[in-house]
């Protein structure tokens, strides 16, 4: 069992930045996938970026490319997205999410096994 525990989050305006973080239970945290999705109500819950268990890849959805970067940091147990440019189209409820994966499979944008309790982001002006 995973628990997730997320932090940041809040209100920010159009071009501004914020940086959600996750931090995990798991002592083995670096078998773990970490993804962050996020969910407009009314929508279904949409990977965002993900990094395998070591952080030597990473992949983020062409939306957030070049604006959102996701970094782990595994002596910490944590996971980290930054977010910069943000505009109101960016305005959802934001998850982490951890999966165990095989040793070398590529970054899973679906079917995660534990989830954060989730954290509002609202870009407005």
């Known amino acids: 069992q995973v628990q997730l525990s997320q932090t940041g989050g809040g209100l920010v305006q159009p071009g501004g930045s914020l940086t959600l973080s996750c931090t995990a239970s798991a002592r083995t945290f670096s078998l773990y996938a970490m993804g962050w999705f996020r969910q407009v109500p009314g929508q279904e819950r949409e990977f965002v970026a993900g990094t395998i268990p070591d952080g030597a890849s990473a992949y983020a959805v062409d939306i957030v490319k070049g604006r959102f970067t996701i970094a782990r940091d595994n002596a910490r147990n944590s996971v980290h997205l930054q977010m910069n440019s943000l505009n109101p189209e960016d305005t959802a409820v934001y998850y982490c999410?951890?999966?165990?994966?095989?040793?070398?499979?590529?970054?899973?944008?679906?079917?995660?096994?534990?989830w954060g309790q989730g954290t509002q982001v609202t870009v407005s002006s």
């Open positions: 999410a951890a999966k165990r994966i095989e040793h070398n499979a590529p970054v899973p944008t679906f079917s995660y096994d534990y």
